[in-house]
């Protein structure tokens, strides 16, 4: 089944600098990629999404990008706000279609 | 239009006890499921439903119950709570099952089993 690696569990940066969040997939027939972005107490939301058939998708400070080759995908955020610190998680569908999460990663922004 | 509803939030149980979460949508989706949510571990899948009246297993389905008896909700049922079923549940939702459908999901419902 498919399987979604993320990685770094916890990052930190300072106010203005860019963030980088990766993920890893298996399932080579996978075609869906979101990102989702879960704030404190609060259920997880979808931020962008990527398909298979383009290798990059931006919306204003984030951007996805996608190597299908690799089998990974990134979540760039820039010019990061103190609004951006949250959890994020990345996700891909399983050969049924239900999708698979990874670990999640834990974004601060400091001040 | 709510979107995806859930309760209670916080909820204490003792170990053996049983208890239901609620969980309700109002746009309509065919596509509901249940996911825990621990420390380090993601959202993992519990259970899911397609439509009224059919539900399936997810990854993590062992001690937990659900029913679809309407479009609008799906309940996740405890059957004897156990220490290993403290967590935080997520209810979720979409148009449809396949891919490239976006999941909406609760607020959460924090449960402790001691």
């Known amino acids: 089944g498919e399987n979604v690696e993320q990685h770094p569990s916890t990052l930190s940066v300072q106010e203005g600098d860019s963030a980088v969040i990766k993920c890893t997939y298996s399932d080579s027939a996978s075609n869906y990629f979101p990102w989702y972005k879960q704030e404190l107490g609060k259920g997880p939301q979808l931020i962008i999404d990527i398909r298979s058939n383009v290798g990059e998708k931006k919306d204003q400070r984030i951007a996805v990008t996608l190597n299908k080759t690799a089998k990974h995908f990134s979540l760039h955020i820039t010019e990061t706000q103190p609004e951006d610190s949250a959890v994020y998680f990345c996700a891909a569908p399983d050969s049924s279609y239900k999708l698979i999460f990874g670990s999640g990663t834990r974004l601060l922004v400091r001040p | 239009n709510a979107g995806v509803t859930q309760t209670p939030k916080f909820q204490v149980l003792k170990t053996g006890q049983s208890m239901t979460l609620q969980c309700a949508q109002d746009m309509n989706h065919e596509y509901m499921s249940w996911y825990r949510q621990d420390p380090g571990m993601g959202l993992r899948l519990i259970h899911y439903s397609v439509g009224a009246g059919i539900t399936d297993q997810g990854e993590v389905p062992n001690g937990y119950n659900v029913s679809r008896s309407t479009t609008e909700d799906f309940p996740l049922r405890l059957l004897s709570a156990a220490p290993s079923q403290t967590s935080v549940y997520f209810c979720?939702?979409?148009?449809?099952?396949?891919?490239?459908?976006?999941?909406?999901f609760g607020e959460g419902s924090w449960l402790t089993v001691v």
């Open positions: 979720a939702s979409s148009y449809s099952k396949g891919s490239g459908n976006t999941i909406y």
